[in-house]
């Protein structure tokens, strides 16, 4: 080598060596190269070189630290119009629960009208937050849509009247009558609604039999008799025992007399009577079935007879089968008291 080339030489190793990172010049000989350590390439076009970035010789400063928050309450804060507005709410809403409070219907209209700028919390308006219903006190009514008792007054009243034309209805259909429901009049064979213009009919097809019962009787009184009463001839009759003492409260006996049969039940007006000597004392009864005693009974007709001709009127609306016709006083005969009755008739 000559000593330009030894030159170049030096000088080249001289520039290379200043070119070059702190860090390879410091790199101790025989670790080889080691790209990851050298950082971030500087790539220099107008030089054609490339130098590497060199690590710091001291850390860099921390960062200053960020600045806290400033403090912020959960909720916006409210206005004064805000508090005065929700304090006139919560005394409406404190005065409808209760509605015999003073000043509740002013105080819900005053509250009313002031629903702008309202906080959500205190108005009801919709946030998207689920807004507890307001606690209601014991005892409490509630609310009432309007118009509500009116309706169900008139649904009330409405029913009413519907039930009482369905029982005018009902009424009408099936109430008391004998011709199937119709308003006119009954028809003549009905036995409890006679026709009081009529005169009395005289009731056929009846029969009889004597009436003596114990224990003052012995149930027996003329029996072969008895039909003269009913075969329509005065000239024939049936007659009573003649008895020595007269009949009656304080007589041998309280009475005698005869039992009729109708056939069926009938509404009954009148009892004549054709009697053999005069005077004779008539009780009429009128039962639905046969009887063994009067006692306890009350007569339809009473009637003191004083001729041979005689007419017990009945008691209006009497009806009935049985017809008995009850002497309690006899005329007076040759060797006693006996009657004697030549025709009986019922009349309806």
Excluded: C
Excluded at 217 to 236: M, Q
């Amino acid at each position: 080598m000559s000593d330009s080339q030894a030159d170049s030489a030096t000088d080249g190793a001289t520039d290379g060596e200043a070119a070059a990172p702190a860090t390879a010049r410091a790199r101790p000989a025989g670790t080889g190269d080691v790209p990851t350590q050298a950082g971030v390439p500087i790539f220099d076009d107008e030089a054609d070189e490339v130098s590497w970035l060199a690590k710091r010789a001291e850390p860099p400063p921390p960062p200053p630290d960020f600045e806290p928050p400033p403090e912020r309450p959960l909720f916006a804060p409210e206005t004064p119009e805000e508090i005065e507005a929700r304090r006139r709410r919560a005394a409406a809403e404190a005065a409808a629960t209760s509605p015999t409070a003073p000043g509740a219907a002013g105080a819900a209209g005053g509250a009313g009208g002031d629903n702008d700028g309202y906080w959500p919390w205190a108005t009801g308006h919709t946030t998207g937050a689920v807004i507890p219903h307001p606690v209601r006190e014991p005892g409490a009514r509630r609310d009432e849509k309007p118009g509500r008792t009116w309706l169900q007054l008139a649904g009330f009243l409405g029913a009413l009247v519907a039930l009482l034309i369905v029982v005018a209805l009902a009424y009408q259909v099936l109430g008391p009558s004998d011709d199937g429901g119709s308003n006119g009049p009954a028809s003549s064979d009905s036995p409890s609604s006679p026709l009081p213009s009529s005169d009395p009919t005289p009731i056929a097809g009846i029969t009889a039999a004597p009436f003596d019962p114990p224990p003052d009787g012995n149930g027996e009184e003329n029996d072969d008799s008895v039909p003269n009463a009913l075969d329509g001839d005065p000239a024939t009759s049936w007659s009573t025992l003649t008895y020595r003492q007269q009949l009656g409260p304080n007589g041998l006996k309280s009475g005698v007399g005869l039992q009729l049969d109708l056939g069926t039940a009938q509404n009954l007006r009148q009892v004549r009577l054709d009697l053999g000597g005069s005077p004779t004392s008539v009780q009429v009864f009128v039962t639905a079935d046969p009887v063994a005693s009067v006692e306890g009974l009350e007569p339809a007709g009473t009637a003191d007879v004083t001729g041979e001709e005689g007419t017990v009127d009945l008691a209006e609306g009497t009806t009935g089968q049985y017809v008995t016709v009850w002497l309690t006083s006899l005329p007076s005969v040759s060797g006693g008291f006996r009657g004697e009755i030549a025709e009986v008739q019922v009349l309806g």
